[in-house]
């Protein structure tokens, strides 16, 4: 009896797994999609170590995918190193070592609702994206 019990916790896990793994492969897939229509008409420059605070206005977090932010032409995308507990929900609380946004710097998550602390993710480079200049192709 102890064996059939054993068996079907196990497969119940692993269904639910399964179904956690699609779900995630369908927010990743959402979020890539998302990301792309931001981007769009735009090239990838010189991935940056730091983005200065002049450099970050009109943050957006893109769900399970990466934190954008807008300034002028540019469009900064960081793509973290757990974009998977990146949520638009949630609010971003930026851990900064320094007087600039850099790399290893983290961000804590935390519920909307109630400030309840969430997952602390660490940065990785600052992508700028542009738009391409059809007349100079650059």
Not at 36 to 58: F, H, M, S, Y
Not at 111 to 123: A, E, F, K
Request: proline share 4%.
């Amino acid at each position: 009896m102890k064996r059939i019990a054993t068996l079907a916790f196990v497969s119940a896990l692993a269904s639910a797994t399964g179904a956690t793994a699609q779900d995630d492969d369908k927010r990743n897939a959402k979020g890539e999609a998302e990301l792309a229509k931001i981007l769009e008409d735009r090239v990838a420059g010189e991935p940056q170590r730091c983005l200065a605070e002049t450099k970050r206005r009109n943050l957006e977090i893109v769900d399970g995918t990466a934190i954008v932010w807008r300034d002028g032409d540019t469009i900064w995308v960081n793509r973290t190193r757990s974009p998977q507990f990146l949520d638009d929900f949630d609010l971003p609380v930026f851990k900064i070592f320094g007087n600039d946004l850099c790399r290893l710097d983290q961000v804590e998550m935390r519920d909307r609702t109630g400030g309840v602390p969430g997952p602390v993710i660490g940065l990785a480079d600052f992508v700028p994206y542009r738009t391409v200049d059809s007349d100079t192709g650059a």
